[in-house]
């Protein structure tokens, strides 16, 4: 983590999330990991792990032939291990695959990480030691962090990058505390913990699943869903300054051809419009609008079924067992297991990715309109004082290289050549990497929601509306109470900033604009 600075303590929330392994949401995932919420093992948790624990236990003293428990891991699960090793093998196997490279993940990722592994390992299936889970727990209510660096996993479990917080679980590796970059041990030592001393398939268990994938997705999904919510205000802030025609979004019109989304969409556009003249579309300047604003529903309905798809995938992930082998304790039982491959939540985040660019890219089309007199019926790229000014003209470039970038990150991820190790690990998803770059999409998402709510808040005031709704005005009111009227040239980009950060980026902003098209939550 050289050169990067320590990430601020956030305020710890007074609310606990608590683990049972079976209802964790991305909601619960955001408390932990943004707000620093505190987390509490279920009553019935502890119980079920020590009933997992006797059958691994029962496993080895009667040596029956098991995979990564009794065997090797991969190619080496032919190899019977002995039996006085298999707890020392279980420290090789932490140390052997902590192999990550590149900078350190941010803290909240680490948070969600080890969040989603500990509700995984609640749910049961694991067969791990029963005293790891709390430590687990106590780490994260410590903020103890463990340096995960960013690239290691190719999606068939995170193993070389959750390796690394094996390693602060037994004392080795490097950890944050406190924004200090301190040794495992001592991470530990300063937070009160204790080292865990790991038995057979511990160091498996620590490693296993795609808690990483699953935590930093919930995150994504987390924010996406928000970014959703701020394009539904910046297209509607735009219908205002464009006068658009609000007939695409009658209920008639769209239950004709019901795709996936559209219905809620339009209905989320109506609701901010709720209070202004354009819910009547008779208040509209022409018959027939722009794909970019006519169809607006359409494409933010599809970014809706993309998020449902991503989620029902992501859900199982959260509150599953993605271990291999698994425990079954009513039977006493140890299976081979594949629920640590995760095509379907690979498949959801690409999915994600691709409905994030179509949202982008007329996102930036409309901005575009704005600006042509011809199309708006506003001045020459909203400038009041006409050709010999630029007005908003150059920042339609910014915006095109935010779309650019957007679409270059939605590539899909999950049919990437797949690796065999040894002709036996012959298939991978990628789902770690294709939820990490969500989080960039984001965020480029945002500036360049940024741009049109800029362009379309100067077209408000260019085109004075005797009413706007409810929607509209807060997000005008907002982003005036940062950034005045464009009038003469000026420097434009500190401007996007302010408003990606301080207006779509603000909780308030963010809450208020919910309300209105969900109600109060």
């Known amino acids: 983590m050289t050169g990067t600075p320590p990430a601020p303590t956030p305020p710890v929330a007074t609310d606990a999330v608590v683990l049972d392994g079976r209802a964790l949401t991305c909601d619960d995932v955001a408390a932990v990991a943004l707000r620093g919420a505190q987390v509490v093992l279920a009553e019935e948790v502890l119980p079920r792990l020590e009933r997992d624990r006797a059958v691994v236990d029962d496993v080895v003293d009667r040596e029956v032939p098991t995979y990564g428990l009794t065997t090797g891991l991969g190619s080496r699960s032919s190899y019977a291990l002995p039996r006085a090793e298999l707890g020392e093998f279980s420290v090789r196997t932490v140390r052997g695959r902590a192999n990550a490279v590149g900078d350190p993940l941010p803290v909240p990722v680490v948070r969600a990480a080890l969040l989603a592994r500990v509700n995984g390992v609640a749910g049961g299936g694991s067969g791990v030691r029963p005293e790891i889970v709390p430590l687990l727990v106590s780490m994260l209510n410590s903020?103890?962090?463990?340096?995960?660096?960013?690239?290691?996993?190719?999606?068939?479990s995170d193993l070389c990058q959750?390796?690394?917080?094996?390693?602060?679980?037994?004392?080795?590796?490097?950890?944050?505390?406190?924004g200090e970059l301190l040794d495992g041990a001592e991470a530990l030592r300063r937070a009160g913990l204790t080292p865990a001393e790991l038995g057979p398939k511990d160091g498996h268990v620590l490693c296993s699943a795609s808690p990483l994938a699953a935590g930093v997705g919930a995150l994504a999904l987390h924010e996406a869903a928000a970014v959703l919510t701020l394009a539904q205000a910046v297209t509607a802030l735009t219908f205002e300054g464009f006068r658009a025609n609000t007939s695409p979004l009658d209920t008639r019109v769209l239950g004709l051809r019901p795709a996936p989304g559209q219905a809620r969409a339009a209905d989320e556009l109506l609701a901010l419009l709720d209070g202004g003249e354009l819910a009547d579309p008779r208040h509209a300047r022409r018959v027939q609008d722009p794909v970019s604003l006519r169809c607006a529903a359409q494409?933010?309905?599809?970014?809706?079924?993309?998020?449902?798809?991503?989620?029902?995938?992501?859900?199982?992930?959260?509150?599953?067992?993605g271990d291999n082998p698994v425990v079954l304790a009513d039977t006493g039982e140890i299976l081979s297991s594949g629920n640590f491959h995760t095509p379907a939540l690979a498949l959801g985040f690409d999915t994600v990715a691709l409905a994030l660019t179509q949202t982008a890219a007329i996102s930036a089309e409309r901005m575009r309109r704005l600006l042509n007199p011809a199309v708006s019926g506003?001045?020459?790229?909203?400038?009041?004082?006409?050709p010999e000014h630029s007005g908003f003209a150059p920042l339609a470039k910014t915006?095109?290289?935010?779309?650019?970038?957007?679409?270059?990150?939605?590539?899909?991820?999950?049919?990437?050549?797949?690796?065999g190790a040894d002709a036996v690990e012959d298939d991978s998803t990628n789902a770690a990497l294709g939820a990490r770059r969500l989080t960039t999409m984001l965020v480029r998402l945002r500036q360049l929601l940024a741009v049109e709510a800029l362009a379309a808040a100067q077209a408000v005031d260019l085109a004075a509306p005797a009413t706007m709704g409810r929607?509209?005005?807060?997000?005008?009111?907002?982003?005036?109470?940062?950034?005045?009227?464009l009038d003469d040239d000026r420097p434009c980009g500190v401007d996007v900033d302010l408003v990606s950060r301080d207006v779509l980026g603000s909780?308030?902003?963010?809450s208020a604009l919910h309300a209105l098209v969900e109600g109060p939550s």
Not at 162 to 178: D, F, K, N, Y
Not at 378 to 386: D, H, K
Not at 472 to 479: E, F, Q, T, Y
């Open 143 to 156: 903020r103890v962090h463990p340096v995960i660096p960013e690239v290691g996993s190719i999606g068939a």
């Open 471 to 485: 929607g509209p005005g807060l997000l005008h009111r907002a982003i005036r109470e940062l950034v005045p009227r």
């Open 507 to 510: 909780d308030e902003v963010r």
């Open 399 to 419: 915006a095109q290289a935010l779309v650019a970038e957007i679409r270059a990150l939605s590539a899909p991820v999950c049919t990437d050549p797949r690796h």
């Open 299 to 321: 494409v933010h309905g599809a970014l809706h079924a993309a998020l449902d798809f991503a989620l029902a995938a992501l859900e199982p992930e959260l509150n599953g067992c």
């Open 378 to 386: 506003l001045p020459a790229n909203l400038s009041p004082y006409g």
């Open 162 to 178: 959750m390796a690394h917080a094996g390693l602060v679980v037994i004392g080795e590796g490097r950890a944050e505390l406190s």
